[in-house]
Antibody, heavy 125, light 110 residues
């Protein structure tokens, strides 16, 4: 059974780069056709999709974050990572990583079936 | 600001049926399938319904999903105390080329 675990600094200074890693266990990150995704949730607020990376390395990002986001794969470590540059207090949130399933011709489907437990990141000086 | 709109809250007594709506547009719900996630207090979201009306293994059949046009609904029948949670709809948006979540609905069991 695939499990995901986020890790990284819990505190980041404004204007710096937030870096998180998601470790995948119970399966190979490069085995199968999946998207590996990042989602965040500010305290008391809703979910926000940040972006995803396919096993081939192709990426999609939320348009409003695209200029600051990079998602990458490290197949040797069975991990994928998130980098978010020029952070502000508005980037303070719980960050989740998740596995995405996709497909369909007439009607595209994409959903996240396995989630990590989340890690809290606070942006503050 | 989310492109999928849900009522902020819904409630019912144990055993009742509760329905949550999710309103979108032709670029998201109208073109692609809808998923629902349940988030219990203090925990990560969990996939509840995928591809409009499919339940992952382990999800009780009290939960059901449907879609019509640019709207979708989640129904919880036989409401139980452990169903108290936040529920989010979500779908891929072709215009944004991204995944969008609904505003979320907090379900309270009275």
């Amino acid at each position: 059974q695939v499990q995901l675990q986020e890790s990284g600094p819990g505190l980041v200074k404004p204007s710096q780069t937030l870096s998180l890693t998601c470790s995948v266990s119970g399966g190979s990150i490069s085995g199968g056709s999946y998207y590996w995704s990042w989602i965040r949730q500010p305290a008391g607020k809703g979910l926000e999709w940040i972006g995803r990376i396919y096993t081939s390395g192709s990426t999609s990002y939320k348009p409003s974050l695209k200029s600051r986001v990079t998602i990458s794969l490290d197949t040797s470590k069975n991990q994928f990572s998130l980098r978010l540059s020029s952070v502000t207090a508005a980037d303070t949130a719980v960050y989740y990583c998740a596995r995405g399933m996709f497909g369909g011709s007439a009607e595209y489907y994409y959903y996240m079936d396995v989630w990590g437990k989340g890690t809290t990141v606070t942006v503050s000086s | 600001q989310s492109v999928l709109t849900q009522p902020p809250s819904a409630s019912g007594t144990p055993g009742q049926r509760v329905t949550i709506s999710c309103s979108g547009s032709s670029s998201n719900i109208g073109s692609n399938t809808v998923n629902w996630y349940q988030q219990l207090p203090g925990t990560a979201p969990k996939l509840l319904i995928y591809r409009n009306n499919q339940r992952p293994s382990g999800v009780p059949d009290r939960f059901s999903g449907s879609k019509s046009g640019t709207s979708a609904s989640l129904a919880i029948s036989g409401l139980q105390s452990e169903d108290e949670a936040d529920y989010y709809c979500a779908a891929w948006d072709d215009s944004l080329n991204g995944y969008v979540f609904g505003t979320g609905t907090k379900v309270t069991v009275l």
